[in-house]
């Protein structure tokens, strides 16, 4: 049986592969890796890091973007302005589904007027969840740009949507689960994938 002490660390633990449906996609230390490079890839195509501002899709995608700001100040020294917003009464399916959709918290301090937005999630599937997030954006102001980063691109999209910068791609099944886990909610880092309930998680519309 696996060491319980190492919930947090790069290795997974029982809870995580005691089903045989289960695979690894991200370790710790690889996710760490992933995130590091992304931020090389933001600073390489964003010169003036003055006018960008960054906002994660709850919840993991909001942990997602307070770790690219870390990793953006400690490789240029710049405090990149982080928000979070709820795309869910923007989804094209709220009136179908809205009885069981609960809208959380926005919070986005900030203007985004003539800003480049670096809107982040921890998973792109469909391009719906997305496409709900562009549109929320929208009602906040007109910036200047929008890119998208993503950790996981899974495939399957049924929108016109795609990441500027992504961590991963990981050709799935459609009925297949991403599930991502961050230290800060989940109390590890890791990113598995699997079939059925057993895989459930983050990012599964993203």
């Known amino acids: 049986m696996a060491d319980k002490k190492k919930k947090s660390g790069g290795s997974p633990t029982s809870d995580d592969l005691d089903k045989s449906d289960q695979s690894v996609i991200l370790t710790a230390q690889k996710q760490h890796q992933v995130i590091t490079r992304m931020a090389h890839e933001i600073v390489e195509k964003?010169?003036?890091l003055e006018n960008l501002v960054i906002v994660g899709v709850v919840t993991r995608g909001g942990v997602l973007a307070q770790r690219l700001s870390s990793e953006?100040?400690?490789?240029?020294?710049?405090?990149?302005?982080?928000?979070?917003?709820?795309?869910?009464?923007?989804?094209?399916d709220f009136k179908q589904k809205g009885a069981v959709l609960a809208a959380k918290i926005t919070q986005v301090p900030f203007s985004i007027d003539n800003m480049t937005v670096l809107l982040v999630d921890d998973v792109l599937f469909t391009g719906r969840?997305?496409?709900?997030?562009?549109?929320?954006?929208f009602d906040m102001g007109r910036p200047k740009e929008i890119q998208l980063a993503v950790l996981i691109d899974r495939g399957h999209r049924e929108l016109p949507i795609r990441p500027d910068y992504c961590g991963k791609n990981v050709p799935t099944q459609y009925v297949e689960k991403i599930r991502v886990r961050f230290l800060e909610c989940d109390g590890k880092d890791i990113v598995l994938s699997g079939l059925g309930d057993n895989a459930d998680g983050g990012g599964q519309n993203g």
Do not use: C, F, M, S
């Open 46 to 48: 964003n010169r003036n």
């Open 129 to 137: 969840t997305i496409n709900a997030a562009i549109t929320h954006l």
């Open 72 to 92: 953006l100040k400690r490789i240029t020294g710049a405090e990149i302005p982080v928000g979070t917003l709820d795309p869910t009464l923007y989804r094209d």
